[in-house]
């Protein structure tokens, strides 16, 4: 499999005028094949940049929510919270919890906070943007966001403290939404 790039093509020719621009590899190799989609797809397998990777926070993961921030919040740290991302996930940014309340359900759902860590408009944020999504191979998986914080800084592990968006409801035991927070 070869990438070319097309120089010209005159309406008169048959065929367009183009030049040679790499090798991805032998065809039907997995590799190669691989190559070819998030080429055809334009699915970003690079590194980050270096400024999009100076908005993180220095303190890396050594990083602390300051108390300033936790008392803008509403503090759900005593409430029992389960993740729905799969067993080996590393990046766990959903979650719910629930409890009885009198005859209803307090239903949360919770998901990571990330424009705590992403300004809109800065470096990390456009090249999230032009990232668009993680994607998962079977072998690998390119994240939208350094892993500094898909991994951890926005990963809701047990026993950690994160900040999360959440939606609390009260439903009813039929189903029905009777509050929304």
Same mark, same amino acid.
């Given at each position: 499999r070869v990438v070319v790039a097309v120089d010209a093509w005159n309406p008169a020719d048959r065929y367009p005028r183009g030049h040679y621009v790499e090798a991805l590899g032998e065809r039907g190799d997995k590799a190669t094949e691989t190559k070819v989609l998030l080429r055809e797809l334009d699915i970003a397998t690079g590194a980050f940049a270096p400024e999009a990777l100076g908005c993180l926070p220095l303190e890396g993961a *050594?990083?602390?929510? +300051? @108390? *300033? =921030?936790?008392?803008?919040?509403?503090? !759900?740290?005593?409430?029992?919270?389960?993740?729905? /991302?799969?067993?080996?996930?590393? /990046?766990?940014?959903?979650?719910? #919890?629930?409890? +009885?309340? $009198?005859?209803?359900? =307090?239903? $949360?759902? #919770?998901?990571? /906070?990330?424009? #705590?860590?992403? *300004? @809109? $408009? &800065? +470096?990390? /944020?456009?090249?999230?943007?032009?990232? $668009?999504? &993680?994607?998962? !191979?079977?072998d690998r998986r390119l994240d939208m966001l350094p892993s500094l914080l898909t991994a951890d800084l926005c990963s809701l592990r047990a026993d950690v403290d994160r900040l999360a968006f959440s939606a609390i409801l009260i439903v009813s035991p039929d189903g029905t939404v009777l509050e929304r927070n």
């Open positions: *050594a990083f602390i929510i +300051p @108390s *300033a =921030e936790i008392a803008t919040r509403v503090d !759900l740290r005593a409430v029992d919270v389960c993740s729905i /991302d799969p067993p080996g996930c590393r /990046d766990i940014d959903d979650a719910l #919890h629930c409890v +009885p309340r $009198g005859a209803n359900f =307090e239903v $949360g759902v #919770h998901i990571a /906070d990330v424009t #705590h860590f992403v *300004a @809109s $408009g &800065s +470096p990390l /944020d456009l090249e999230a943007a032009r990232r $668009g999504t &993680s994607t998962y !191979l079977v």
